[in-house]
């Protein structure tokens, strides 16, 4: 199990970490129609259904989120980086922002409100694409419908009162926020070469799962995928420190391209899968 799930999605299972397996995969077993997680783990040795191994990958991956997260980051991203992108890509009034791991949309929500904020970006194209490798997690975003306890974690009362509606106990966010995001399922191990560029991107809390060599590689994928001038947002417990040169650290889990450097060679997907094997 620990092998297959490195290789489907380059997340690490720890030793020890056999109670979170029990809890997480219990469920699916269940549904598969077995008994206990050892069957569940015999069956996927024999069969390459889709579906099965997309319900155990989902079902591993920690999708801890909340809107406005460490709250740091989107204060920065607010007064320095956006009014900084703003003049450097002023002639082409076009932004793309992606965030890596939206889990289930408080991330790339929380970026859509300050955008919407900003009077500056009044006629710009803006793109702001989130991703997940968990397919569930995409269509519960997608929906914007939030509980009393998620709505409560680090939202602001204003930004509630202005872009959310209660709905039958829980709250909705408005459609005009939610048509500001692109959401895909998409695996941080799979190829980039369709992305193109973009002038922020968000991979916070989730390279912690990852073994080095991988967490190394997918770094080097993400500075490939930055326009120059554009920034790299990790989370607290990430740091870049001895893995790239390519990116200076303006900040506490800031980075920017600040230069054009070229092209270093990365992993493809499938070079990076095995990798992890």
């Keep these: 199990l620990c092998q297959f799930i490195r290789r489907e999605s380059a997340i690490v299972l720890e030793p020890g970490k056999e109670y979170l397996v029990e809890s997480r995969l219990g469920p699916v077993a269940r549904r598969e129609g077995l008994a206990t997680v050892g069957e569940l783990v015999q069956r996927l040795q024999v069969t390459r259904a889709a579906s099965l191994r997309a319900q155990i990958v989902d079902a591993m991956t920690t999708n801890e989120t909340s809107f406005f997260r460490d709250k740091v980051p ?24 992606w965030c890596t791991a939206a889990s289930s949309g408080q991330e790339p929500y929380s970026l859509a409100m300050i955008i919407d904020a900003t009077a500056q970006l009044a006629g710009w194209t803006i793109e702001l694409v989130a991703s997940d490798i968990n397919s569930e997690m995409i269509d519960r975003a997608k929906e914007g419908l939030y509980s009393q306890f998620e709505v409560l974690r680090g939202l602001p009362i204003q930004m509630l009162a202005r872009h959310f ?3 039958g106990g829980e709250w909705r966010l408005s459609s005009s926020i939610r048509r500001r995001v692109q959401f895909e399922v998409f695996n941080l191990i799979d190829s980039f070469d369709t992305l193109g560029k973009f002038d922020a991107i968000f991979c916070r809390n ?4 990852f073994d080095a060599r991988s967490r190394a590689r997918v770094i080097e994928r993400l500075i490939d995928q930055l326009a120059v001038g554009g920034y790299l947002f990790v989370g607290h417990a990430e740091s870049l420190s001895g893995m790239t040169s390519r990116v200076r650290h303006i900040m506490p889990t800031i980075y920017r391209l600040s230069e054009d450097h070229p092209r270093e060679p990365a992993l493809a997907g499938a070079e990076l899968e095995q990798s992890t094997a």
């Design 74 to 97: 989107f204060d920065q991203f607010r007064d320095v980086m956006l009014p900084a992108l703003l003049t450097a890509r002023r002639e082409d009034a076009r932004l793309r922002i």
């Design 206 to 209: 989730v390279l912690i799962y």
């Design 165 to 167: 509606h209660n709905e």
